[in-house]
């Protein structure tokens, strides 16, 4: 069984740019996807072709938007947690899925970016949003992985968090340490989302020792050619699936010019049930 999370950032550019030939090379089983950043109806067959194709675009016109395309029909789709005005904005979409001998309920989240880590009255601004998607979103995560166990369910979610956990989550830690996405009340309360016993960081269980997998690089400078990364997009899963992961990494492009999009898809392999 496999499974994938990517921020395309605009599915139509990153249709461009070879999404599709991606899909048809990988094929995976599941596919979360953040920054969709269309209208439903503009969405290119190609992103979609051969999937059930669910969509939680948001209200905001080319910003946001989320996605899971799956091999097999949801059973049910929810879009949202719970917040109106942070539902609105398309960035978090869940849904109950039966597939290779799993009863899974899977999410695909776009956390707010939270602008930089400067005085400016807008910068701040962003920044106080994304604290408050964060502490409405922490007690609905623990709600509904706990609903998911009761209905017999593994729960995972993914994808965009815009936050790095650790050292080994981004190559120039030191630099960054008053970098929002870096700041410690983040890196606290995304340490707080995870434990034996609620929540895993799939990849970095498969990989405990290694600097990254990254998963985001500016398309400024040189920074992907440098692999001067972060690892903001993950898996996280309750123990159960966590366990079933026996590889998983990052699909980092072979050059500049081959990037789908400033992230690289991050791609799990769970074995079936």
Known sequence: MRIATVNVNGIRASVRRGFADWLDWRRPDLVALQEVRCATDLVPLAAT???????????????????????????????????????EEGRYLEADYDLSGWRLTVAS?????????????????????????????????????????????EFLVMGDFNIAHTNADLRNWRG????????????EWLGSLLGPRTLVDVVRRLHPET???????????????????????????TPGLARAAVSGGTDRADSYDARL???APVVVDYLDR
């Open 261 to 263: 999009s400033d992230h």
């Open 109 to 153: 989240l776009y956390l707010p970016k939270g602008g930089r880590a400067d005085d400016s009255s807008a910068e701040l601004a962003r920044y106080q949003h994304k604290r408050r998607f964060m502490r409405s979103f922490r007690p609905y995560l623990a709600r509904a992985r706990l609903g998911a166990a009761g209905k017999g369910r």
């Open 176 to 187: 960054n340490q008053k970098s929002v996405g870096f700041l410690p009340e983040e890196r």
């Open 211 to 237: 600097d990254g997998p990254y998963s985001w690089w500016s398309w400024l400078g040189n920074a992907f050619t440098n692999d001067v990364g972060w690892r903001i997009d993950y898996h996280f899963a």
């Open 49 to 87: 072709e051969g999937y059930h194709f669910a969509y939680h675009p948001g209200n905001r016109a080319g910003r946001n938007g989320v996605a899971l395309l799956s091999r097999v029909p949801p059973v049910a789709v929810r879009e949202g947690f719970g917040h109106a005005g942070f539902d």
